[in-house]
């Protein structure tokens, strides 16, 4: 069975500084990872996914994440934070045992505070 | 590109009611729509998972009684909560998927308050 754990439920950065969001990943089979983004009061947008192609994932608002399978890690980064990077993140792993019905197991979130 | 709407974004009703909450993938067939709840600060809890033209598939612990779910087409999927309670007040979210393989797709979600 697939699991994700992210490590830190509070995460505060200032402004320009690197962000770093962690995610370990527990999974049987090759895993198809996912971040995504959740501002107040809206739905879940999708950053990136990984589905076994390039290890290093470059997604949108310029968010990327590394697939490295030997520490079991989907660590989210971007270079330098904006205040409107200040949301909750998901990591999700989408589960592929039998059935494989593309069900996500998301991750308890990570909340990312950026201070001007 | 995968843009999902979900209507309605906020209802208040009250105890005892239905209430109907719609799901539309606008620009894409999703064969596969879910059903979220979530609580304040805290993540997402997967309620069921609809398959177009088919019986929806609940997790356990969700009552299907009380959560029924249609998906009658390949681009609308709804959630009715019957008889609604306080208890059932809670953050709403779909989302939709055209491939196993493929993300999700989410929808704003529906705040749900009843008095």
């Known amino acids: 069975a697939q699991s994700v754990t992210q490590l830190g439920s509070h995460v505060s950065v200032s402004e320009g500084a690197l962000v770093l969001l962690r995610c370990n990943y527990s999974s049987s089979v090759p895993p198809y990872l996912f971040w995504y983004v959740q501002y107040p009061n809206q739905g879940l947008q999708l950053l990136l996914k990984y589905t076994s192609a390039a290890t290093l994932v470059k997604g949108i608002n310029g968010f990327e994440a590394e697939f490295k399978k030997s520490e079991t890690s989907f660590h989210l980064t971007k270079p330098s934070a904006h205040m409107s990077d200040a949301a909750e993140y998901f990591c999700a792993v989408s589960d592929l045992g039998s059935g494989n019905t593309g069900k996500l197991i998301f991750g308890q979130g990570t909340t990312l505070q950026v201070k001007p | 590109g995968a843009v999902v709407s979900q209507h309605p974004s906020w209802v208040i009703c009250k105890s005892g009611t239905s209430v109907k909450i719609e799901c539309r993938s606008l620009d894409f067939q999703a064969t596969t729509m879910f059903w979220y709840r979530q609580f304040p600060k805290q993540s997402l809890m997967l309620m069921a998972t609809?398959?177009?033209?088919?019986?929806?598939?609940?997790e356990q612990g969700v009552e299907k009684d009380k959560f029924l779910i249609n998906h009658a087409s390949l681009t609308l999927s709804t959630l009715t909560v019957t008889s609604a309670h306080p208890e059932d007040s809670s953050f709403y979210i779909c989302?939709?998927?055209?491939?196993?393989?493929?993300?999700?797709?989410f929808g704003d979600g529906t705040r749900l308050s009843i008095l």
């Open positions: 609809s398959n177009e033209g088919s019986k929806a598939t609940y």
């Open positions: 989302s939709a998927s055209w491939g196993v393989d493929q993300p999700q797709h």
